[in-house]
């Protein structure tokens, strides 16, 4: 099973910010690596897909880069709406397994 | 737009069996452009990929329950179901329902999940 490690596991940022958050793999898996948001009490949405292609209606703050085993998911100029938990996913292979999550709290 | 509708109990007794039920609206399970899957989450936790299937009806399992799940098709009420057998306190968990893209390469294999339903939460207890 491929581990998934993000860092941080939480992070407290004001607002206009960039953040960063990384997702490590245990091994490589190319770019089959997806990024997804989710806010209290929703379900999580697709944000970036294959480690660096935006995906559509996700404002374009968001992006993504990496590939083999080290990714990073960027927001630049962080928004109060951007309060959620992120989450990476590989599907290199099964069982698709994703990381444990990195909690944005704004300031 | 499509929309995955989950359903089911929200309440189990530890070693009976969990059911739950997806509908999908605004598109159809038998597409060969899509796999349909499973995932839970327990309460304050992360996000577990347990189960996905096919149009076909191949499907692939997470090891940590694969002794456990079937996941099967229903193409005439236009859904995806899911049965746990022998639950614990451990399968404690807002199950999502969701549709996977997949590979280009063949066989076709299921990739990013997206859209999500609205989760349904299940709780093992007597």
């Known amino acids: 099973e491929i581990v998934l490690t993000q860092s941080p596991d939480f992070q407290s940022v004001t607002p206009k910010e960039k953040v960063t958050i990384t997702c490590r793999a245990s091994q490589s898996i190319g770019s089959s690596l997806h990024w997804y948001q989710q806010k209290p009490d929703q379900s999580p949405k697709l944000l970036i897909k294959?480690?660096?292609q935006s995906f559509s209606g996700v404002p374009s703050r968001f992006s993504g880069s990496g590939s083999g085993t080290d990714f990073t998911l960027t927001i630049n100029s962080l928004e109060a709406e951007d309060a959620a938990t992120y989450y990476c996913h590989q599907s290199s292979s099964l069982p698709q397994t994703f990381g444990q999550g990195t909690k944005v709290e704004i300031k | 737009q499509l929309q995955l509708h989950g359903s089911g109990p929200g309440l189990v007794k530890p070693s009976e069996t969990l059911s739950l039920s997806c509908t999908v609206s605004?598109?159809?399970?038998?597409?060969?452009?899509?796999?349909w899957g499973w995932i839970r989450q327990a309460p304050g936790k992360g996000l577990e990929w347990i189960a996905s299937?096919?149009?076909?009806?191949?499907?692939y399992y997470n090891p940590s329950v694969q002794s456990r799940i079937t996941v099967s098709t229903d193409t005439a009420r236009n859904r995806v179901s899911l049965n746990l057998t022998s639950v614990t306190a451990a399968d404690t968990a807002v199950y999502y329902c969701a549709r996977h893209q997949i590979t280009v390469l063949e066989p076709p294999a299921p990739t990013r999940i997206d859209p999500w339903g609205q989760g349904t939460l299940v709780i093992v207890s007597s």
């Open positions: 299937i096919y149009y076909t009806g191949s499907t």
């Open positions: 294959y480690a660096s």
């Open positions: 605004g598109g159809s399970i038998k597409s060969p452009n899509y796999y």
